[in-house]
Structure formats: C-alpha cells, structure tokens
C-alpha cells in the first residue's frame, strides 16, 4: 500500500490543479494548432513517415492524461522540499509544450520550433529524472511522452527540410 504524504483533500485539489493547468494547455494548443491545420499546414512537404493528421489528436488526448497524472503522482508522493521541484520540471515543459504549437503552427515558424522542441524533450527527460526517486510510476508515464517529442523533433525537422 502507497503511504500518501498528503490528506485525501489536499491531494485531491492537487490533482484537480495539475489536470486543470494540463487541460488549459491542451485546449490552447488545439486553438492554436486548428488555426492553420487545415490551411498552411497542408501546403506543406512533409516526409514519407508523416502519420495522417487524424491520428494526432487521441495521441495527444491520451498523453496529456498520462502528463497531468503523472504530475499530480509525483507531486503527491514528494517530500516537502521537493516539490517546488516537482512544481518547476512539470510546469517547464508544459509551458514549452504549449509553445511549440504557438510557434509551429500559430507563428509557422518551423526552424524555430524545432529548436523550441528540442527545448521540450530536455524538459521532459529532467522531468523524469526528477520524478524517478519520487514515484517511477510517474517516470513511465512520462515515457510515451518522450517517445512521442522524439518522434515530433524527427517530423519537425523533416518538415523543416523539406520546406
């Protein structure tokens, strides 16, 4: 049985905060993105491993569920003093995550945004090395994540080659 470190209360309001501020993300991101999916996004070459644009919605639906719970595990299960930590990487790259998709497909600007991403995935591996000692369920929640920015940078610079 897990021990939790804080009362059924608290530890709820946190959960709610950490899906609350993961959603807002998300929702900001599908604004930003649909504002030029459907129009400059299709002018563009993309590489032969280019998944079809259906598909990235339920992923990233799927994922940012995994972020806000992994989050939330991690804050709950730290030490006092480790969770403005916990705080500061969760909160890192879910701001550079939203960003991305302010400068991909809001601003168009695609080398740019590659740099940005790659921002991310550093983000998102100092996330998980921080969470590991605390919770490693949060850690492999984190894991498709990476996986998926890595896949992202490799698209993000076909693209950008490519154009």
């Not at 480790?82 to 890192?92: A, D, E, H």
Request: proline fraction near 4%; charged fraction near 10%; charge should be positive.
């Amino acid at each position: 049985m897990i021990k939790l470190e804080t009362s059924g209360h608290r530890s709820l309001i946190a959960f709610l905060v950490f899906a609350g501020a993961t959603a807002f993300v998300y929702i900001v991101s599908g604004i930003v993105t649909a504002t030029s999916v459907s129009s400059w996004y299709q002018t563009l070459n993309k590489p032969s491993f280019n998944p079809p644009d259906w598909i990235f919605a339920p992923v990233w639906s799927v994922l940012f569920v995994m972020i806000a719970i992994a989050g939330w595990m991690a804050w709950r299960r730290a030490k006092i003093y480790q969770r403005r930590l916990v705080l500061l990487v969760f909160s890192t790259q879910l701001l550079l995550n939203c960003l991305w998709s302010v400068l991909f497909f809001g601003l168009q600007w695609v080398g740019t945004a590659l740099v940005e991403i790659m921002l991310l995935w550093v983000s998102i591996l100092w996330a998980m090395y921080v969470f590991w000692p605390i919770d490693r369920r949060a850690t492999i929640l984190f894991a498709p994540y990476a996986c998926w920015v890595t896949f992202a940078i490799a698209l993000n610079a076909a693209i950008w080659s490519l154009n």
